[in-house]
């Protein structure tokens, strides 16, 4: 199946910092990338669509200013967040779409931890 | 998106067959089944998905009730590989930008 990475797989950071998270589709093109976050014992919670070449959408709740998406090629979109405070500290996943094969499934990565001190 | 029902947690002894149901009765007649499972700490896996028949591939069966109301994912010999939980999606399959919505799902606990 098509694989898709993260990086870094897990992150520390101060308060205040900003963090930015890199998803690749690797043997793919995707035109479009999901971004979840994960908080312990919960479900995947979707903060955004990304399209290559355009604005992301952001879902309701989550703010576009502190979570910026840039989805510049058609293997690569990054999750920056911005001034991190502990509450923001979860476990981000992405997820591309490939636009052959099988339906237009959508393949996930390994998931980022973000700890903020 | 239709929504989906699926019980909490289940407990399946190694070797077993793992049955896992979801009900999902107000699907629309162009809205697949798919399956998904997270093992601890790790990004969502694709299963399996259909429509109406019933599907089988190198990881499980998918069982879907001919009034497409309900489906049962079958691991037919589970291990504790799989430990995971096991999320039940409904949608469209050729949904242009539509990402996929978890719930839930059940925790599967394969015990020795």
């Known amino acids: 199946g098509a694989v898709v990475s993260q990086h870094p797989s897990w992150v520390i950071c101060k308060s205040g910092t900003s963090v930015k998270i890199e998803c690749r589709s690797l043997?793919?093109?995707?035109?479009?990338m999901f971004w979840y976050r994960q908080f312990p014992k919960q479900s995947l919670m979707l903060m955004a669509t990304?399209?290559?070449?355009?604005?992301?959408?952001?879902e309701q709740g989550v703010e576009k200013d502190k979570f910026l998406i840039n989805h510049a090629s058609l293997t690569l979109s990054t999750l920056t967040v911005t001034s991190a405070h502990p509450e923001d500290s979860s476990f981000y996943i992405c997820?591309?779409?490939?636009?052959?094969?099988?339906?237009?499934?959508?393949?996930f990565g390994p998931g980022t931890r973000l700890t903020v001190l | 998106d239709a929504k989906t029902t699926q019980p909490p947690s289940m407990d399946c002894a190694e070797g077993r067959a793992a049955n896992l149901p979801c009900n999902h009765s107000?699907?629309?007649?162009?809205?697949?089944v798919y399956w998904y499972r997270q093992i601890h700490s790790q990004g969502p896996q694709y299963i399996i998905h259909?429509?109406?028949n019933n599907e089988t591939n190198e990881m499980a069966s998918l069982i879907i009730t001919e009034d497409r109301k309900s489906s049962t994912l079958i691991l037919p010999h589970a291990t504790l590989r799989d430990t995971a939980v096991y999320y039940c999606?409904?949608?469209?399959?050729?949904?242009?930008?539509?990402?996929?919505?978890f719930g839930k799902g059940t925790r599967l606990s394969v015990i020795a």
């Open positions: 997820s591309a779409r490939s636009t052959s094969g099988r339906l237009n499934e959508q393949f």
């Open positions: 043997d793919f093109q995707a035109t479009t």
């Open positions: 990304s399209n290559e070449g355009s604005k992301a959408t952001y």
């Open positions: 107000t699907i629309s007649g162009n809205e697949y």
């Open positions: 259909g429509l109406k």
């Open positions: 999606i409904v949608r469209v399959a050729l949904g242009g930008n539509t990402p996929l919505v």
